[in-house]
């Protein structure tokens, strides 16, 4: 039997083109997978994953008001978000979704789908004991007539008057029961088409703003990146390099490039396409291994770094080592510049340092082939860290530069007060 081709790694995009085809279920539970095994990993890839399973949700689900919907919302949430608790954007996206659901919600539309049925069971009662005229009708005459006679039946009931009265009658007859009592029954349906309508517009916005985040905070570039600046960078995200390149478009600087030690090993020269790009527009790029980085400190004018996640009290999740790199310039009074999305802002507010770090997998450190050595110790590879605010001057989002006091106005602006006191790791906290 031929061996089975090499290659096929579950992530995001074979996840997305799966979601169709299967039942919601299903790809709940196969998304709860592929971020416990850390097959969909980074800020970007889980948000995304995230509302598109929501809307598969929305679209998809049987549900008949509000609070079933907001209820299926928030135990889906939960379940990814204890998949993995390390990604703040997960419990941002539900966040946000549950407070679009109450937007669209409070426009009527959940009374209207709650109270259509109690208003309209009064009528069919008084519809159905409503004394029928001598007229023979529609259900009696027609399965006995012909083809011919069939047609000519329905023109003569339909141009009648005396059988479908004008809509201020109050005669009633079998075919007037039926047409009285859809309309009492549409609303429900149409209210809930309209809700979901508006719902999955709303996730799509959600999942474009996404997309356009890394277009729209690098237009701040030419704002904080000035010609001559000496910039230090940590292993840039894609945001902080289209950030830079945009910067390299339009003037010349100095970049520090701070790499970690085991990614030179690779054949491959690391972050090769931003050296090119900054290179051809003039700007010069200094590689730094992070053992050397202090000699290079007493230069640097900003250090820009991308944000894993962002507490609602300014304090930033991010790549290990960048914590370090931020006290130091803290030290020598360097500007410290924190990028991300709006998406990333995360209303949590009882955060520990110490429970936000990731632990990533040992073996770039110590190989296993060193058995007497691996068998005698014990190798812990942080992944991610955390950074308090008071290392961080200022965040630039897709909405602009902040300052930390200005970061519960963009909370408060996108998510609702009963969706930030939900705690998705369980229950709701009183």
Request: net charge neutral; aromatic share 6%.
């Amino acid at each position: 039997m031929a061996a089975p081709k090499g290659g096929y790694t579950p992530g995001l995009e074979k996840f997305l083109d799966t979601l169709k085809s299967r039942p919601v279920e299903a790809s709940v539970e196969l998304l709860i997978s592929l971020l416990k095994r850390r097959q969909i990993r980074g800020s970007e890839a889980c948000a995304t994953a995230t509302a598109h399973i929501l809307l598969q949700v929305v679209a998809r689900d049987k549900w008949t008001n509000v609070d079933q919907l907001l209820g299926r919302i928030q135990l889906i949430g939960r379940k990814l978000v204890t998949a993995q608790p390390h990604e703040l954007v997960i419990g941002n996206v539900v966040r946000r979704v549950l407070g679009l659901i109450r937007d669209e919600a409070s426009e009527d539309r959940n009374d209207a789908t709650t109270d259509s049925p109690g208003t309209a069971s009064p009528s069919v009662p008084a519809l159905s004991h409503a004394t029928l005229p001598p007229k023979p009708v529609r259900p009696a005459t027609l399965p006995v007539l012909g083809s011919f006679a069939r047609t000519q039946s329905m023109f003569n009931l339909l141009s009648d008057p005396n059988v479908f009265p004008s809509g201020g009658s109050n005669a009633s007859t079998p075919g007037q029961v039926s047409g009285a009592s859809t309309p009492n029954l549409n609303p429900q349906a149409t209210n809930v088409s309209a809700l979901r309508s508006e719902v999955i517009d709303g996730i799509q916005e959600i999942m474009d703003e996404i997309k356009m985040v890394d277009e729209q905070v690098q237009t701040y570039a030419d704002i904080f990146i000035h010609p001559g600046d000496y910039i230090l960078v940590y292993q840039p995200s894609r945001t902080v390099q289209k950030f830079l390149t945009r910067a390299a478009s339009k003037r010349k600087f100095t970049l520090f490039l701070v790499v970690d030690p085991p990614s030179t090993a690779g054949s491959d020269a690391p972050y090769a396409s931003l050296v090119k790009s900054l290179g051809s527009n003039g700007s010069s790029v200094i590689t730094v291994l992070n053992a050397g980085l202090m000699a290079y400190m007493s230069r640097v004018d900003k250090v820009i770094l991308g944000a894993r996640a962002i507490t609602a009290q300014g304090g930033v999740i991010v790549d290990c080592g960048a914590a370090a790199i931020a006290r130091a310039a803290r030290e020598r009074r360097r500007t410290v510049i924190v990028l991300g999305g709006v998406y990333k802002l995360s209303p949590e507010s009882k955060l520990l340092s110490e429970s936000q770090a990731e632990w990533g997998e040992p073996s770039k450190y110590a190989n296993f082939a060193d058995g007497s050595l691996v068998s005698h110790i014990q190798v812990q590879n942080a992944a991610s860290e955390f950074l308090s605010a008071d290392q961080i001057d200022t965040y630039i989002t897709n909405l602009g530069a902040h300052a930390q006091d200005n970061l519960h106005t963009i909370i408060a602006d996108h998510y609702k007060e009963e969706d930030i006191s939900f705690d998705l790791y369980g229950r709701a906290q009183r």
